[in-house]
C-alpha cells in the first residue's frame, strides 16, 4: 500500500526529528504519492501535495490537541473527496499513509505513551473515513438527484412530445450504475432498472411486492412517516441509509433516494426511488472500526474501544450510578519473554484471552487488552460490590491450570485491582488510574490475588509518585537540608562527632524526614545525586568544626551510605574528591553502611569499601543485629565501628534491666572490641539507658536522651532531655 518509514529513508526521505514544517510537508509528499495515481484530479502532483499540506496540518494539530477530540478530522475526508479521490482504492490508501506515517513525522508533544498515541492515531482513521464517506455519500446524492431530475425531464419530454426524447430516458433508465424504481402513489411498482434488478436478486421479486413492503422491510418508523408526508405532498423527497434481506440471507445495505413525480399541473404522480449498493462500503467501514478497537493479537477490544465503552458507562449511570473495574496484570509475563521468546510469550497472551473471555457472563461485562500484559475488565452498574470481586476471581480461577505451550507447561497468575462504588465525578482516566494503583497494591502483597481499591491507599500513592518525580527539582531548588545528631563518648560524655541526617523541606507537605523519601530515592536511582550532594554538605561542615578546633578534637561526622552508593562504579572517587576538595581529615569522616548491605557479601561488593578504609575514613556497620549478624564475618570487614540497633537497649530504659538484652549487648561489646571496633549504641532515652550502656563498655551513644538532630550550631550546646 505504502512505503513503510525504512523504505522512505532508503529512498532518500528526510528523516523525522528535522524541524516540524519540513516533517509535515514531508508527511503530506508519502501521502501524495499514494493516493495521488486514484486520484480524478486535474491539477499536477506538485499541486495535490501542496492541496494536502493543510490536511496534514489538521492531523497534526488533532493529533497534538488537549483534550484530544478526533472529530476535527471529519473534515480531511471531506477535503479528499471534494480533490476528487473517489477511487475505491483511495481510503485504503490514506489511511495506510495516516496509521504509518502520522505519528512518526507528527508526534504528540508533549510525549504521549506508545498506546496512547497509537490509540488517538486509529480514532483519527476512524475520523477522517467518516468525511470521506459522509462527503462520497453527498456527492453521490447531488449525482443521484440530477439523474432523478433528468429522468423527470425525461418521462415529461416523452409524454408531451417524441419518441426519441422517449429513447434517451429509456437509455438512462435501463443504463444507469444505480438503480431506479418507479411506483405509483397507491405503491404498485410499475418499472425497475437492470441494476435494481440485480441489487434485489431478481425483477420478479420486485414486481410481485408492494412499496411498503419493501419500505417496512426492516421495520423503520421513520421511512412510514416520510413516504407518508411524500405521497401527500408535503414534501418532495428523502434519503436514508437502509437495509433490505436478499433471498440468498444477505443483507443489502442501500444509499436510497425517493423523489416524488408531480404531473404539469403539480400535482403528486409517481414516486421515483434510486438506490445505490453501499453494502461493500459499510463492510470496509465496520473493519477498519474492527481493526480500530481490537487488539490485532487476540481479538480482544483495545484500549480505545474499553475507554469509549467506560465512558459510555460513566455516561449512562450518571452521578449516582455505579461502576466495577478489574485490572488484571500477570505475574512473572516479563520472564516468560526473556527466557522463552515473544513468540511464546504472545500464545500465552492469546491463550489468557480466550480463558479471561469465557470469565464475562453477560452484555454488561466486557473484558479487553489495554496494552502489554495488562487486561481490563468493565461491569456496567454492577448491582453490589460482590458482582465484581465474583468476576475477580473467576479470573482467578481461570488462570490457575497452567497454560500449554509448545508442550510445555506455562503457570501463569494475575494481580488485580478491583474500582468499584458510585461514578461521582470521576472521569475514565480517574478510574483506570485507582484500579492500576490497586493491582501494585496486589502485586506488594504477594499477586495472584485481587484488592479493593481505597481513596487513602490511592491517595498515598499518587503521594509516593509525586514525592518521586519532585526528587531532583527539589535537589536542584535547593530544598534539601542537614540536621546533625550528636554522638556523645558514655564516659566521658563529650561529643566525639554527629550522625548527619536529610531532610526535605517540602512546599506542600512540610518538613518530610528520611523515612519518607529515601527508599523513594533509592528505586528510582536518586539516591545516588542526593547521597553525593549529602556527603558534600557533611564534609564542609566536618571541616569547619576541624578548623574551630584547629584540628585537634574536632567531631567527625557520620554519613549514611545507601547499599546502591555502595555499588556505585563512581564511590571510592567521590569520596577521594569530596576529602581533597574540603580538606577534610579523612579521620574526621565515617560512613555508615547498614548489616544487610554488608552481611554476606563477596570480595568484589567489598572492595570499594577496602578503598576507602585505605584512604583513612571509618566505615561503620549500621542497625546491627537486626540482619543475619554472622558474627564471624566481622574479623574480615573493613569496619572500624559497630552500630548497635536500639532493639537491643529498649529493656535497659529502667532498673532492673532486661538480663538477656545486657547479656546480648555484653557479649557483643566484648567481640567488638577484641576485634578492635568501637561500639555506638543507637536509641537512648533514658539516663537508665546510658548507665546500663556505660557499665557494659559502650564507647558512644546517640539518642534524643542527648539530643534530637538539629542543626549544627546546635552541637556543642546540649541540654539531657530524659524521656522516662
Excluded at 275 to 304: V, Y
Excluded at 664 to 690: D, F, K, N, W, Y
Amino acid at each position: 500500500m505504502t512505503a513503510r518509514p525504512a523504505q522512505a529513508a532508503a529512498e532518500g526521505d528526510t528523516a523525522p526529528g528535522e524541524a516540524p514544517d519540513d516533517n509535515l510537508r514531508r508527511f503530506a509528499a508519502i501521502w501524495s504519492r499514494a493516493i495521488y495515481p486514484v486520484t480524478a484530479t486535474s491539477m499536477t502532483r506538485a499541486e495535490f501535495e501542496d492541496h494536502l499540506v493543510p490536511l496534514a496540518r489538521i492531523l497534526r494539530d488533532t493529533l497534538r490537541a488537549a483534550p484530544f477530540d478526533p472529530r476535527a478530522a471529519v473534515q480531511v475526508g471531506t477535503a479528499l473527496i471534494a480533490a476528487h479521490c473517489t477511487d475505491p482504492e483511495a481510503l485504503p490508501s490514506i489511511l495506510g499513509i495516516i496509521d504509518a506515517y502520522l505519528v512518526l513525522y507528527c508526534p504528540p508533544q508533549p510525549a504521549l505513551p506508545a498506546d496512547e498515541s497509537r490509540v488517538r492515531c486509529a480514532r483519527l482513521q476512524h475520523a477522517v473515513s467518516v468525511g470521506f464517506s459522509q462527503a462520497l455519500r453527498e456527492r453521490t446524492l447531488r449525482e443521484q438527484e440530477s439523474l432523478s431530475r433528468a429522468a423527470l425531464a425525461a418521462q415529461a419530454e416523452a409524454e408531451s412530445a417524441l419518441a426519441a426524447s422517449e429513447a434517451r430516458f429509456r437509455a438512462v433508465f435501463e443504463c444507469a450504475a444505480v438503480g431506479i424504481g418507479i411506483a405509483d402513489l397507491d405503491g404498485r411498482v410499475l418499472e425497475v432498472n437492470d441494476a435494481m434488478a440485480r441489487m434485489f436478486g431478481g425483477r420478479e421479486r420486485l414486481m410481485r411486492h408492494n412499496v411498503s413492503y419493501w419500505a417496512q422491510a426492516d421495520k423503520e418508523p421513520d421511512q412510514r412517516a416520510l413516504s407518508a408526508e411524500l405521497l401527500r405532498g408535503e414534501r418532495d423527497g428523502y434519503h436514508m441509509e437502509k437495509a433490505y434481506p436478499r433471498p440468498d440471507g444477505s443483507v443489502l445495505w442501500a444509499n436510497l433516494q425517493v423523489s416524488l413525480l408531480r404531473d404539469p399541473a403539480g400535482n403528486p404522480q409517481y414516486q421515483m426511488a434510486l438506490m445505490e449498493d453501499i453494502t461493500e462500503r459499510r463492510g470496509l467501514l465496520s473493519r477498519l472500526r474492527h481493526q480500530a478497537t481490537h487488539d490485532a493479537l487476540t481479538g480482544l477490544p483495545n484500549r480505545a474501544l474499553f475507554f469509549e465503552r467506560l465512558d459510555q458507562a460513566l455516561t449512562a449511570s450518571g452521578p449516582t450510578g455505579r461502576i466495577g473495574v478489574c485490572y488484571l496484570d500477570l505475574d512473572g509475563f516479563k520472564t516468560v519473554n526473556d527466557s522463552l521468546g515473544h513468540a511464546v510469550g504472545d500464545r500465552l497472551l492469546v491463550a489468557v484471552a480466550d480463558r479471561l473471555s469465557d470469565c464475562v457472563t453477560g452484555p454488561d461485562q466486557i473484558v479487553a487488552r489495554i496494552g502489554g500484559d495488562e487486561f481490563v475488565a468493565l461491569c456496567t452498574d454492577p448491582a453490589d460490590q460482590h458482582e465484581v470481586t465474583d468476576l475477580a476471581t473467576r479470573i482467578l480461577q481461570a488462570l490457575s491450570t497452567p497454560v500449554l505451550v509448545d508442550g510445555r507447561e506455562l503457570p501463569v497468575h494475575g494481580s488485580i485491582g478491583i474500582v468499584h462504588g458510585p461514578v461521582g465525578d470521576r472521569t475514565a482516566a480517574d478510574v483506570l488510574r485507582s484500579a492500576d494503583i490497586t493491582m501494585y497494591r496486589a502485586k506488594d502483597l504477594g499477586g495472584n490475588r485481587y484488592e479493593v481499591a481505597d481513596p487513602d491507599s490511592d491517595a498515598r500513592a499518587i503521594t509516593r509518585h509525586g514525592l518521586t518525580n519532585g526528587l531532583p527539582g527539589a535537589l536542584e531548588r535547593g530544598e534539601f537540608f542537614i540536621e546533625y545528631q550528636p554522638l556523645i563518648g558514655l564516659v566521658d560524655g563529650a561529643v566525639h562527632g554527629a550522625e548527619a541526617l536529610v531532610r526535605w523541606c517540602h512546599p506542600a507537605h512540610g518538613i518530610l524526614g528520611p523515612d519518607r523519601f529515601i527508599p523513594l530515592a533509592e528505586a528510582s536511582g536518586q539516591i545516588v545525586p542526593l547521597g553525593r550532594w549529602v556527603l558534600e554538605q557533611a564534609a564542609r561542615q566536618a571541616r569547619e568544626w576541624q578548623d574551630e578546633h584547629d584540628g585537634d578534637g574536632a567531631p567527625r561526622v557520620n554519613v549514611n551510605l545507601s547499599p546502591i552508593q555502595l555499588h556505585h562504579p563512581d564511590l571510592v572517587a567521590e569520596v577521594a574528591r569530596v576529602l581533597d576538595e574540603t580538606g577534610l581529615s579523612p579521620r574526621s569522616l565515617c560512613l555508615e553502611v547498614t548489616e544487610s548491605a554488608l552481611i554476606g557479601a563477596d570480595e568484589d561488593q567489598l572492595k570499594p569499601l577496602r578503598q576507602i578504609a585505605d584512604l583513612g575514613v571509618d566505615i561503620a556497620l549500621d542497625d546491627f543485629g537486626t540482619g543475619y549478624s554472622n558474627l564471624s564475618s566481622l574479623r574480615w570487614l573493613p569496619l572500624s565501628v559497630l552500630k548497635l540497633d536500639r532493639a537491643f537497649t529498649r529493656g535497659m530504659r529502667q532498673h532492673p534491666a532486661d538480663p538477656v538484652d545486657l547479656k546480648i549487648v555484653e557479649g557483643v561489646v566484648s567481640l567488638a572490641h577484641g576485634l578492635g571496633l568501637t561500639v555506638t549504641v543507637e536509641g537512648i532515652e533514658t539516663r537508665t539507658q546510658a548507665e546500663h550502656l556505660r557499665a557494659l563498655g559502650c564507647d558512644t551513644g546517640q539518642g534524643w536522651y542527648y539530643a534530637r538532630p538539629g542543626p549544627p550550631d546546635r552541637l556543642h550546646r546540649l541540654t539531657l532531655a530524659d524521656a522516662s
